[in-house]
């Protein structure tokens, strides 16, 4: 009898907390309201499948949206939409196979200068909207390309051109978020910020007041004025500057998670790589780092010793 009492008391009260806090679970999935008109010409990487095994010489329809993939990540300097050559149309010439033999160095793939089943299946994975480090090519000097800064190479870890970095007085940083997030982003960012501070010098502290704070954190769909447009649904997931513009933009088209889901990306995960880049870190050649390019879905990620020796000896502490 004492036991079925317990049950009737202990049961309404579980539903009364449940009701109060439907998201303590933190493996549910947090899932933003998708633009329809984006998803539905969002994935511009469907044409790689008919692209498998052309290399120099061929020609065929598509090869063109593989320079301008090249070109938005660095690999090929010319702007595209502006330049009439012939070189730009969808003949795989040399100009796009160093491109790609480059692009397959920083990924760990047999440079061939081939679009392989590999490569292939690099370039469709869903990444950062940063550009790449090129390896073994000097830049005489710094300049920007649909807004992002060219960089150069520093061991497997990497920093922006001109290393980059906060100034030594500016430790405690504070960020914010603007308006109309998802509420579930907190705490996975939040963490993000904790695991950074427990392997750097940096405090973080979120402020309300979003105008307030150092770096800010937004959900942004297509163009969002800052002349690097998200692409909707795949492709790339987020983007953020060096030190020390502070600007964090997720993709709200994507399906975010808050843990690792089937089918979504980790907010912490994403987060993770995205303020590498506010402290003043590039991209690594590592899979395994955070600051590695791409980020699969359904996985988390957490900070590796390439990422932890990079920001350290970008800081010198």
């Not at 692009?103 to 590999?118: C, M, R, W």
């Amino acid at each position: 009898m004492a036991s079925s009492k317990a049950i009737q008391i202990i049961f309404p009260f579980t539903l009364l907390f449940l009701s109060l806090f439907p998201n303590l679970n933190t493996s549910s999935p947090m899932i933003l309201k998708h633009n329809s008109h984006n998803m539905n010409s969002s994935n511009s990487l469907m044409f790689l499948k008919n692209l498998q095994g052309c290399h120099l010489g061929d020609t065929k329809q598509g090869i063109q949206q593989i320079k301008k993939y090249l070109q938005r990540f660095g690999y090929i300097t010319t702007n595209i939409q502006k330049h009439s050559n012939p070189i730009f149309d969808d003949t795989f010439d040399q100009v796009l196979e160093s491109a790609l033999k480059t692009y397959q160095t920083n990924h760990n793939l047999a440079p061939s200068g081939i679009l392989d089943s590999n490569t292939l299946a690099q370039i469709a994975k869903p990444r950062c909207g940063v550009q790449d480090v090129i390896k073994n090519k000097k830049r005489n000097q710094n300049y920007k390309n649909n807004g992002h800064i060219h960089f150069h190479k520093v061991s497997h870890f990497t920093f922006f051109e001109g290393n980059l970095k906060w100034p030594s007085s500016k430790f405690h940083l504070s960020y914010g978020f603007l308006p109309n997030y998802p509420i579930e982003a907190i705490k996975p960012v939040s963490r993000a910020f904790s695991k950074w501070s427990l392997n750097t010098h940096f405090k973080f502290s979120h402020v309300v007041d979003y105008r307030k704070a150092d770096i800010k954190i937004s959900f942004e769909r297509g163009e969002h004025g800052d002349n690097a447009p998200f692409d909707g649904v795949g492709g790339v997931l987020a983007h953020a500057y060096p030190p020390t513009d502070g600007r964090l933009h997720f993709d709200g088209d994507e399906a975010w998670s808050v843990g690792a889901i089937s089918g979504y990306f980790d907010v912490e995960t994403v987060a993770l790589h995205e303020i590498g880049h506010i402290l003043g870190l590039q991209h690594s050649t590592i899979e395994e780092a955070i600051m590695f390019p791409s980020i699969p879905e359904g996985v988390t990620k957490g900070l590796h010793g390439d990422d932890i020796a990079g920001i350290k000896t970008l800081y010198r502490v």
